[in-house]
């Protein structure tokens, strides 16, 4: 799921994955123990690909290992206490590496996240990336990313339809930043390429991305962060939707959450 090179199985979920932590947390597990604790059952099925799948991931991720023929977690246990926790932990494993299919995809998707929102079947959205930027993408690797792209907070899916909306995964980035700091468009835009590496390719000085911009139009109107647009001043533009009043900022305020 995320090594270079690899598929996207539907199998492990983020919550299968957390699941299979917790369990691990609690003392070194075999193969055998952690399916049947999954299971639920004294017969557990070996070949249950969500289950092994899930085990593979948590260890791709860096948050397990195997000692011998024992599994342990190697992260601290405290990333296990809440679903945003584990979501920031995640984030940051996930898009270290740029190479691998997840990475890819994820880019791609912010990049053309406009297109995206025109698209509402699975297997069109997997035929428009192969053709357009990541050629080995299939229907069933979006079937596996997009449990993802909605837990890490990239998209809502409305039907086959993902919505673009990075509020989530932006608020998460931001909460290392101390409150009322200010940042000019060309900083933060700075600051985007440098801690949401996925979104880099996709945004520059001059324009962000749909995904990126309704996550920051979200944010701006819950009060998360203040966009402050001067005349006369450097500007970046969001992207531009009908009706919408907002649609450029020279300075970003981080107002936080309450």
Known sequence: MFKENDNMRPGPTP??????CRLIS????TNQDIYKECALNEDADLNDEAIRSSIDSAEELGFIKKNKDRYELVIDVKYLDTAQEF???VSSAAFKNKKT?????????IKNSDEVLK??????????AAKTGVPSVT?????????WMRYLGFAYQYNKTLIPNMKT??????????KDTKMSCTQFVGWIKEN??????????????????????VLNNEGVIELVSTRDAVRTSLYQLNGVELNDFSEIIIRGCD
């Open 139 to 147: 229907e069933n690797d979006i079937l596996g990313w997009r449990f």
């Open 26 to 29: 609690q003392g070194s597990y």
């Open 15 to 20: 919550e299968r994955v957390l699941a299979v």
């Open 119 to 128: 698209i509402n079947r699975f297997d069109d959205l997997a035929a428009t």
């Open 101 to 109: 299919t997840f990475f890819k995809l994820t880019e791609w998707f």
């Open 169 to 178: 995964r932006i608020e998460d980035a931001l909460l290392d930043i101390p």
């Open 196 to 217: 949401i590496p996925e979104a880099a390719s996709a945004c520059t000085e001059a324009l962000l991305s749909l995904a990126v911009s309704n996550g920051l139009r």
């Open 87 to 89: 979501r920031r932990l």
